[in-house]
């Protein structure tokens, strides 16, 4: 089974006190840190297993500049075979931008299935994937928590909301978004994207995909980023940690769940 | 021409309350929009789900058929499309659900519409809908707005929106066939399957201290489960923590999990995603500790303790074994 699989480089923002810039267009990244798009670590690394199982090749795609060549190093180094690039040149693709770009490339290499995560830690937006498989005419599934491969399909388990999963039959090919936790995707050391280096990384200019300039207008325009208020409505608990335990604890005497 | 449509989302013969939130919604859009609000439900044996949408909508849209007895995104899209396009509303609304997140993109590509996903609120500004979203997973808020076009698609978080109770509007039920020539669906449903109860309901626990991404590493779970134990509560926890296999998903909270309601949440390095907020709208009382002040945790925390959980645990352990 040949597997495309697609991904994204974003900034780490669990743990970081996130700025605006002037225009409010964006978020101020200069100082932070870059990783794959968590979901799409998922995508990987259920590509990498589905070919360890079988016979065929993971493809990692990602759209981006030249330092986002790290993710598809990283999957490279977790088992990828080969790799592209797509460099935007100046343009910014929006959601359905970058499903169109990706589509026009996956068309031209074989695959039986294409894997992406369900949304980007960025901009959450949960659309990219399912437009990909409209755009290349597949069968396609969402939310996806499992997959067993079969001869032509492939049965899927997918997540749906209240603990409750669905179970279906997909024809092949077919494209999946990948929900996290679907496996626990393999460490990569330093030393596996060094020896990764020497697989095939191509670079694809989207100026020579021939677009129309319109085809690729951005569909949603953000107006205005703002950040919420701190603590918006909490009552803060200040005070150094022993007194801020003192004060939970009377809290939790006052609910009536410690004596 | 105009008007809005919003896609009923039902489930084992219950309507979903996302799809009465986004009628809520497109009931105060209609006066801006111009046009009528038509509920659109395919479905079989659609009786009581017409009862619930009854007042909501002046017109619900009912296609009965047994091949759209479950949600399957393929046939909904086609026939979607089919009516979105003798109808042509300006504005058709979704939700972001397992069933919207399949079914919204490829319909949006089929008709060349833009679309705006997981909505917290939408307004009408000069005609065309303009969007309240969040991003870097609920840490910064964007207003967007919509190219041009005739019209537009959006979905809506669950729980984002509140209900609006009033339901006796006049409604017009509109039965359509099911459309000939549909194409054989690639994807077949094989089976809904329920999660298994376990010995450790956290649905019906009193007081929950729930642990998430925070913790950092798995050992240190070792620390909140001994200061669970030590104030007599039970374990739950975040996505994160299940994803990486540290915790069963029975302990897990948030709309894949479960939905709890104790008198006490104390949530432990939580940041707070809506799917996790959207799990504890039923609690009490929420007291939450994390080092980010803005983490979205605390727009729901009554209680909020802005500091690294492994400086709170230490001290409370210490202050309950001095007791």
Redesign the interface.
């Known amino acids: 089974m040949n597997i495309i699989v697609c991904v994204k480089r974003v900034p780490s923002?669990?743990?970081?006190?996130?700025k605006?810039e002037a225009a409010k267009k964006e978020?101020d990244r200069e100082s932070l840190a870059y990783v794959i798009n968590e979901w799409d670590n998922y995508a990987i690394e259920e590509a990498v297993r589905l070919m360890e199982q079988g016979v065929g090749t993971v493809t990692a795609i990602t759209i981006g500049q030249e330092e986002d060549e790290e993710v598809l190093r990283r999957c490279l180094a977790m088992g990828a075979d080969q790799a592209r690039r797509i460099d935007p040149g100046g343009r910014t693709l929006d959601?359905?931008g970058t499903?169109r770009v990706l589509a026009r490339v996956i068309a031209g290499i074989p695959f039986d299935l294409i894997l992406c995560g369900?949304q980007a830690?960025?901009?959450?937006?949960?659309?990219?994937?399912?437009?990909l498989?409209?755009?290349l005419g597949?069968?396609?599934?969402?939310?996806v928590t499992g997959i067993e491969p079969r001869e032509g399909e492939l049965?899927v388990?997918?997540?749906?909301?209240?603990?409750?999963?669905?179970?279906?039959?997909?024809?092949l090919p077919?494209l999946l978004?990948v929900q996290?936790?679907i496996n626990?995707p393999r460490y990569v050391s330093i030393m596996k994207i060094k020896k990764a280096a020497k697989k095939l990384l191509e670079v694809i200019r989207l100026a020579d995909l021939n677009f129309c300039p319109d085809d690729l207008?951005?569909?949603?325009?953000?107006?205005?980023?703002?950040?919420?208020p701190?603590?918006?409505?909490?009552?803060?608990?200040t005070g150094d940690?022993?007194q801020?335990?003192?004060?939970?604890?009377q809290?939790?005497k006052e609910?009536?769940?410690?004596a | 021409m105009g008007g809005i449509f919003v896609v009923v989302e039902h489930r084992q013969g219950k309507v979903r309350d996302i799809t009465l939130e986004m009628l809520s919604k497109a009931g105060e859009l209609k006066n801006d929009l111009g046009g009528d609000l038509t509920a659109v439900l395919l479905g079989w044996e659609t009786g009581s789900l017409i009862e619930s949408l009854r007042g909501r909508a002046d017109r619900i849209l009912v296609i009965e058929d047994e091949r759209v007895k479950n949600f399957q995104a393929e046939v909904y899209q086609l026939i979607l499309q089919q009516l979105i396009q003798e109808v042509h509303p300006s504005l058709t609304l979704i939700g972001q659900t397992a069933w919207g997140l399949d079914l919204a993109p490829c319909l949006a590509v089929q008709l060349g519409f833009p679309l705006v996903t997981d909505c917290l609120d939408i307004k009408i500004e000069a005609g065309k809908p303009t969007a309240l979203r969040q991003i870097y997973g609920g840490k910064v808020f964007a207003r967007v707005s919509l190219k041009e076009s005739p019209g537009y698609l959006a979905t809506i978080r669950p729980g984002a929106i509140s209900l609006d109770p009033s339901g006796d509007g006049p409604t017009e039920v509109v039965k359509k066939e099911f459309p000939s020539g549909l194409p054989e669906s690639k994807k077949q449903l094989l089976e809904l399957i329920e999660s298994e109860s376990r010995e450790v309901d956290i649905a019906q626990a009193e007081f929950l201290v729930s642990v998430g991404r925070g913790v950092g590493e798995e050992e240190n779970l070792a620390l909140v489960r001994e200061l669970a134990h030590s104030l007599g509560a039970v374990l739950s926890c975040s996505r994160p923590i299940v994803d990486k296999k540290w915790l069963p998903k029975y302990h897990q909270v948030g709309t894949s999990g479960k939905s709890v309601k104790p008198k006490v949440y104390l949530a432990l390095g939580i940041s707070g995603a809506f799917q996790h907020l959207a799990g504890i709208s039923g609690a009490g009382t929420v007291i939450a500790v994390n080092k980010d002040p803005r983490a979205p945790i605390f727009r729901v925390a009554q209680y909020g303790v802005a500091q690294d959980i492994f400086k709170i645990i230490p001290a409370l352990m210490e202050q309950i074994n001095n007791k």
């Open positions: 923002t669990q743990e970081e006190d996130l605006i978020v959601g359905h499903a369900v830690e960025d901009d959450n937006q949960g659309m990219v994937g399912i437009m498989a409209e755009y597949l069968a396609h599934a969402a939310v049965i388990q997918c997540e749906l909301e209240g603990g409750m999963d669905e179970r279906s039959k997909i024809k077919a978004t996290t936790g626990e207008a951005p569909q949603v325009l953000v107006e205005e980023l703002f950040l919420p701190e603590t918006g409505g909490s009552e803060m608990i940690p022993t801020a335990a003192e004060k939970i604890l809290i939790l609910k009536g769940v410690r």
